[in-house]
């Protein structure tokens, strides 16, 4: 499975074009795309994907995610076909994914909730507005939830001891992990890999959400 950068390079080769060409059809400045071509950004911020994929003619979602798998269509003409197009039957694709990931960091940045693409909304999402999903970036929770998993969230159900659930923090970040305690003063959170208990004070948490579900979106 390719890493972002790679499938940003393999786009820029399809188009012909060098790091300076992209930079003024994106206007993203040079400098940052020499960094995510040597792999030194894990995901970029704010909405310098959506930048660079509009310019390179290739869905973000691709870009950033790989859920989006290239093709050849009937003629032997490049085109993109969103891997979700055909996707799980029942599904709409209408679920916000959330958030992006950075080097080093153990937790989703949620960017006061960009909207970084949609997935497809499973049956006992329907109808609720705020369920929104995130993909797993780290391998903190294996073997529950792998690298490259999306998670599926409901805003709605109460989250009790034994839940895995989001942890969403005062400082726009996002936590994956499972629910072991909650008081007053602090909530406290399991993590698989390292084996470890968390702790967050009370007055740092935003948000306590249900998991209601994941699976795989890359091939």
């Known amino acids: 499975m390719s890493v972002w950068h790679e499938r940003l390079k393999t786009a820029m080769d399809r188009n012909g074009w060098r790091p300076g060409e992209l930079s003024v059809r994106s206007q993203v400045p040079v400098e940052r795309i020499y960094k995510y071509l040597q792999g030194a950004v894990s995901q970029p911020r ?42 799980p039957p029942g599904r709409v694709l209408d679920l916000p994914i959330l958030g992006h990931a ?20 499973p049956a006992n999402l329907r109808g609720v507005d705020n369920a929104y999903a995130l993909i797993v970036h780290n391998e903190s929770m294996l073997p529950r939830y792998e690298p490259r998993e999306m998670v599926e969230i409901d805003p709605n159900i109460p989250v009790r001891a034994g839940d895995y659930v989001v942890l969403q923090t005062t400082d726009g970040r996002a936590f994956i992990k499972l629910l072991r305690r909650r008081t007053e003063e602090a909530v406290f959170l399991e993590q698989y890999n390292p084996p470890k208990e968390l702790r967050f004070a009370a007055a740092d948490v935003a948000a306590l959400h249900l998991i209601v579900g994941a699976h795989r979106v890359y091939r």
């Open 102 to 121: 950075e080097a080093g960091e153990d937790g989703t940045f949620l960017d006061n909730g960009a909207v970084n693409g949609f997935a497809g909304r």
């Open 46 to 87: 704010g909405d310098m994907v959506n930048r660079l994929a509009d310019a390179l003619g290739v869905p973000s979602l691709w870009l950033q995610h790989g859920i989006d798998q290239p093709i050849l269509d009937a003629r032997g003409a490049r085109r993109l076909v969103a891997a979700e197009t055909a996707g």
